[in-house]
């Protein structure tokens, strides 16, 4: 079970530019709700990609995975409030709104830009420092296309094969995401 926060933050009030967020989305849920004999597969999508509603959707229910789709810097996460206004979220808040909820999530993904690879390093070291048990997080800026073929991927290689750990499915994921882009460049139509 995938619970995606997907930051959409107005674009009058954010210096970001939009995110593709419907196609990373529809890939993940491809991904997902696509995958052979893996019916109980499952992915809720919040309206609002915030703290509050993160929490609140773990204290209603308990879920594999966290994704976090939004712009990041080093140290943070932009998410939004309910009026659409961008949120610096630090690890040790996000953490903060996990523990609150009353229920661990065994991984957390952070699809989002570092701006370099020490921030997204800060960043999933703040989580795993704050108490997060595994993290997958870029560590350099990437394109919506790449974020997007790499969400499909890693999340069919996880519902495809469950027993896989995260960090095995991850390189899978970045492999296969690789030839995508291969072939693309090559003129084929990736698989």
């Known amino acids: 079970?995938?619970?995606?926060?997907?930051?959409?933050?107005?674009?009058?009030?954010?210096?970001?530019?939009?995110?593709?967020?419907?196609?990373?989305?529809?890939a993940v849920l491809d991904a997902v709700t696509g995958a052979a004999g893996h019916r109980d597969a499952q992915v809720r999508i919040l309206e609002v990609a915030s703290l509050p509603a993160i929490r609140q959707a773990l204290e209603r229910d308990a879920y594999h995975v966290l994704h976090l789709s939004a712009h990041g810097s080093p140290d943070a996460?932009?998410?939004?409030?309910?009026?659409?206004?961008?949120?610096?979220?630090?690890?040790?808040?996000?953490?903060?709104?996990?523990?609150?909820?009353?229920?661990?999530?065994?991984?957390?993904?952070?699809?989002?830009?570092?701006g370099g690879s020490s921030?997204?390093?800060?960043?999933?070291?703040?989580?795993?420092?704050?108490?997060?048990?595994?993290?997958?997080?870029?560590?350099?800026p990437v394109t919506d296309d790449y974020a997007t073929t790499l969400a499909r991927r890693l999340y069919r290689e996880l519902a495809d094969h469950p027993a896989l750990t995260a960090g095995l499915a991850l390189a899978r994921a970045r492999y296969l995401a690789e030839e995508d882009r291969s072939r693309a460049a090559a003129g084929k139509a990736p698989v």
């Open 1 to 26: 079970k995938v619970l995606a926060a997907v930051a959409a933050p107005d674009e009058t009030k954010t210096a970001n530019v939009p995110l593709d967020v419907e196609a990373e989305m529809a």
């Open 77 to 114: 996460v932009e998410l939004e409030d309910e009026d659409g206004a961008p949120v610096l979220v630090t690890p040790g808040a996000l953490m903060q709104a996990l523990r609150h909820a009353g229920r661990a999530v065994p991984l957390i993904v952070l699809s989002s830009c570092s």
């Open 119 to 140: 921030g997204a390093e800060a960043m999933a070291a703040g989580l795993v420092a704050q108490g997060a048990d595994r993290v997958i997080a870029m560590l350099a």
